[in-house]
């Protein structure tokens, strides 16, 4: 288990003060104090630029009226000399600080206003990344403040929404290479900025996502075809053309019927994409059919040729909430259209049509480090009932359980990271050896159910911490010799779009069964020689430390709506 925050000896500073007096002495008698302040100077600044080169924060969604006036987002100044990565999160609902000595003054209640503030302290072309996932659409005032003064050095732009008035003079950066909005509206904000970075984009992140939430929390059927689109179309089959550097497209809610490729030339484009993300977008099964028709020709490219001799796909994640029959199919024929995934995930909701799992992942099971594989029927609103099912259809419940672990084990071999659901319920699944130890590279497995109860307690007849030993008590029984074995962190439970984002107004957390728990998992052998483990419950926080990323991606990345 990785360990962080242990704090490391320092002996120099532990050393008595009569002996670094002596060693300053010496300094100065062989006349070297001047290079030693130098040296101390070099070493402040080196430590600085480590410290505050990314600042990342939160910021709240409205603010108490209490404060008083002044400046609310106020750092001291060698932060903002150091810093080359901003973001800027959202906070809690409400954030009450009344006995603060500076508040928002003219500012109050607008996070907008304050970034720009913070955007026109940091010196002039420093900036390379700039993060604004809040609530409040940014404006583009603060979007020309930020082209202005730092035109030259920034890289990448993420943004959750963006103010839809477009100035025709506004000032835009020109050379991003990542580009993200989650709501794009009417779509004329993100159209400028992507026709003026079109050259230099390799990656790009497009959404509807708040219309994807509002919508399928008035009517989880038939939301997809409520969903607003952009009064005109952001990206179409022919503009990949015109994005020659782009490698990694993330789409969520978006129609994808105006990027399927109708020429030979169009589907070839594709070909240098290396991720592939679709979130509950319409037209998916079209989409992903008309692509099966363009990977199958890569045994016909000439080697010779400037395009890529086979797709360049490795990360493909889909979530879709109506899978139909033609979603099905044309998901199995786009996956056995190619090979060399590394990352594959799944999330399908009232899937139970699908095949089973060994039709998905047998042409890229030898290369798969992550998978995540989850269907359900819908979404869980007890801890009564668990809605996880597995995949296929074609016998008993806890028969289909076994055939899904058994052929994860036999086709994936080298893989590190696995989330899927658990036959908690099935008696006769978890007294049988499990073939999950076979798997010797595994290091990570997030189990996406939480085990159902009858009972009324919130957590059932355990304690979480009980069922996660359990779990390991089934996956890895005590044994005596052989290696130790590779596993790190196991998480239990469901990952739902609102433990992304701080979005709702109320101030109690969700239900323990709708809440992802994680644990470490420590090896010691016993003077018998068996492999005894030590669970350790950890939280988000830690975990955001442990992966060193803010929001968990890999086999953590796939979340619910619901």
């Known amino acids: 288990m990785a360990c962080l925050g242990t704090q490391q000896p320092c002996w120099i500073l532990d050393l008595p003060r009569e002996l670094k007096l002596c060693i300053v002495a010496f300094l100065e008698r062989k006349r ?10 070099a070493f402040e600044d080196a430590v600085l630029s480590m410290l505050y080169a990314s600042l990342d924060f939160e910021v709240p969604q409205q603010v108490s009226p209490h404060w008083r006036s002044g400046d609310f987002l106020e750092f001291r100044p060698h932060v903002y000399q150091a810093v080359r990565s901003l973001s800027i999160r959202n906070g809690p609902a409400v954030f009450k600080r009344a006995g603060y000595k500076q508040g928002l003054g003219q500012y109050l209640g607008c996070p907008d206003c304050q970034v720009r503030l913070m955007v026109d302290r940091i010196p002039r072309d420093r900036l390379n990344s700039f ?3 809040h609530r409040t659409p940014l404006s583009f005032d603060t979007l020309e403040s930020l082209s202005t003064a730092h035109f030259s050095s920034l890289r990448k732009l993420c943004v959750f929404e963006i103010e839809t008035t477009v100035p025709e003079n506004a000032a835009l950066p ?17 159209s400028r900025l992507l026709q003026a970075n079109k050259s230099t984009l390799r990656r790009l992140l497009l959404g509807q996502e708040r219309e994807v939430v509002e919508q399928y929390a008035q009517a989880r059927y038939g939301f997809l075809d409520a969903i607003s689109q952009p009064s005109s179309v952001l990206l179409c089959a022919k503009d990949l053309q015109e994005l020659p550097q782009l490698q990694e497209l993330d789409l969520c809610g978006l129609d994808l019927r105006p990027l399927v490729p109708t020429t030979v030339d169009q589907g070839l484009e594709f070909y240098k994409l290396t991720r592939l993300s679709l979130e509950s977008c319409p037209g998916t099964a079209v989409f992903l059919g008309a692509l099966a028709d363009a990977f199958s020709i890569s045994e016909g490219i ?8 086979a797709p360049q796909l490795q990360h493909f994640l889909l979530r879709n909430e109506m899978p139909t029959a033609p979603l099905k199919e044309a998901l199995s024929l786009f996956l056995a259209s190619f090979k060399g995934l590394r990352t594959l995930s799944l ?3 009232n899937a139970s049509l699908l095949d089973g799992a060994s039709s998905l992942i047998a042409e890229h099971g030898l290369t798969l480090t992550t998978l995540v594989l989850e269907s359900r029927i819908q979404p869980r609103e007890s801890l009564a009932l668990d809605t996880s099912r597995p995949f296929g259809m074609d016998g008993f419940s806890e028969e289909l359980w076994d055939r899904l672990i058994s052929d994860t084990c036999r086709l994936c071999p080298n893989l590190t990271e696995l989330g899927t659901g658990f036959p908690w319920s099935e008696e006769t699944i978890r007294l ?10 595994l290091k990570t497995i997030h189990v996406r159910n939480f085990p159902e109860s009858q009972v009324l307690s919130q957590l059932g007849d355990y304690s979480i911490k009980e069922y996660a030993t359990k779990f390991l008590e089934w996956v890895y029984p005590p044994s005596r010799g052989g290696t130790q074995p590779r596993i790190e962190t196991i998480a239990i439970g469901p990952t739902l779009y609102e433990s992304r984002w701080n979005s709702n107004a109320r101030r109690q957390q969700p239900p323990e069964y709708l809440q992802t728990h994680y644990f470490c998992i420590d090896f010691g052998q016993t003077r018998f020689g068996r492999w005894s483990p030590m669970i350790t419950p950890i939280s988000q926080k830690y975990m955001n430390e442990i992966c060193e990323e803010k929001h968990l991606g890999a086999v953590f990345e796939p979340v619910w709506l619901r």
């Open 347 to 349: 999330l399908l909701e």
């Open 174 to 190: 020109v050379n991003l290479q990542t580009l993200e909005c989650r709501a794009v509206g009417d779509g004329k904000a993100i």
């Open 32 to 41: 070297d104090l001047y290079n030693l302040c130098l040296t101390s100077r």
């Open 302 to 309: 000439d080697p010779l040729s400037e395009l890529p001799p």
């Open 432 to 441: 049988r050896k499990s073939p999950l130890p076979t798997l010797k590279h």
């Open 131 to 133: 993060s604004f996932m």
